[in-house]
C-alpha cells in the first residue's frame, strides 16, 4: 500500500517536472527567436531568397495541388508565406516570435483570404480554426528541443487534414546530433527518430536528400520530410 503510494508520488513528481522543463526550454528559444527577429541586424539570406527547389519540384509534379490551402509552420519573416501565395496558394504562416510576425507584416502584407499571420506556438493550440492539405516546417522543427517534440506532432497532427502531407527541412549537420556514435548514419538515425515520434498519426512517404542554399559554396546538405497525415 506505503509502496504503491509512493509510487504514484514519484511517477506524478516525474510527471510535473517534465512539464517544467518543457516550458522552460521553450520559453528560451521563444525569448532567444524575439530576440533575434527583433535585431536590425539579423536579416539571414534564408528569410529573403531561399525557396526551396524542392517545394517548387512538388508543386511542379501536382504533388501540392494549385490552390491548395498552406500552412507555414515557423514561418519567421514571412518570405516563404508570401512567395507560395503568390503562386495562387491560401496561405496561413505563423511563428511564435511577436518579431517575426511584426516584420512578415511589415514586409510582406496581408492579403484577405490568401495571406495571414498570426503569432502561434507550433507544440501548443493554434489561434485558428483553418485545417491544411499542407504543411510546410522549413527549418522550425529540426530546431525544437527533443523534450517539445511530441507536442508538436500532437498539435501539427491537429492541423493537417487527413490525407494531406507535412513537408519538413532537416539539415544533415543538425541530423548528426541525434547519432550515439560516429558510425552512426545520419540519416537512418533521423529516420528512426521521425518514425518513432510521428507514428501513427503520420506515415513517412519519402525522404529525399537535399540542399539548402546557403552562403557556404554549395550549399549545405540536408533531408525533405514527407509525411502523410493518416
Ligand atoms: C530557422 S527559422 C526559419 C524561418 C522560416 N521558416 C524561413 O525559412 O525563413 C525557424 C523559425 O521557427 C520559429 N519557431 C521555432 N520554434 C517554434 C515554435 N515552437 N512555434 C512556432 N514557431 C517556432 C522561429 O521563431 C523561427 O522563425
Not at 131 to 136: A, E, P, S
Not at 139 to 146: A, D, R, V, Y
Not at 162 to 181: D, E, N, P, T
Not at 192 to 212: S, Y
Request: net charge positive; aromatic share 10%; glycine share 8%.
Amino acid at each position: 500500500m506505503i509502496t504503491a503510494l509512493l509510487n504514484k508520488f514519484r511517477k506524478r513528481n516525474k510527471q510535473k517536472l517534465r512539464e517544467k522543463k518543457k516550458n522552460r526550454k521553450l520559453e528560451e528559444k521563444k525569448a532567444s527567436w524575439t530576440s533575434r527577429w527583433g535585431s536590425d541586424e539579423f536579416n539571414p539570406f534564408w528569410a529573403r531568397e531561399d525557396f526551396p527547389d524542392s517545394i517548387q519540384e512538388l508543386i511542379d509534379d501536382g504533388s501540392i495541388p494549385q490552390g491548395a490551402s498552406l500552412v507555414d509552420i515557423g514561418c519567421g519573416s514571412g518570405y516563404l508565406s508570401a512567395m507560395l501565395s503568390e503562386q495562387g496558394f491560401n496561405v496561413i504562416g505563423f511563428d511564435f516570435a511577436s518579431t517575426a510576425i511584426e516584420r512578415a507584416r511589415a514586409a510582406y502584407p496581408e492579403i484577405p483570404g490568401k495571406l495571414r499571420y498570426f503569432i502561434a506556438d507550433a507544440t501548443a493550440s493554434m489561434p485558428f480554426q483553418e485545417t491544411f492539405r499542407i504543411g510546410i516546417d522549413k527549418g522550425t522543427f529540426h530546431m525544437l528541443p527533443k523534450i517539445n517534440r511530441p507536442d508538436y506532432v500532437n498539435s501539427i497532427s491537429k492541423i493537417i487534414e487527413k490525407g494531406g502531407l507535412l513537408l519538413m527541412f532537416y539539415a544533415r549537420h543538425i541530423a548528426v546530433k541525434l547519432c550515439r556514435s560516429s558510425g552512426d548514419e545520419p540519416g537512418e538515425i533521423m529516420k528512426g527518430h521521425i518514425l518513432k515520434l510521428f507514428t501513427p498519426l503520420f506515415a513517412i512517404e519519402d525522404i529525399r536528400p537535399m540542399t539548402f542554399k546557403d552562403t557556404m559554396e554549395g550549399g549545405k546538405a540536408g533531408f525533405l520530410i514527407i509525411l502523410r497525415r493518416k
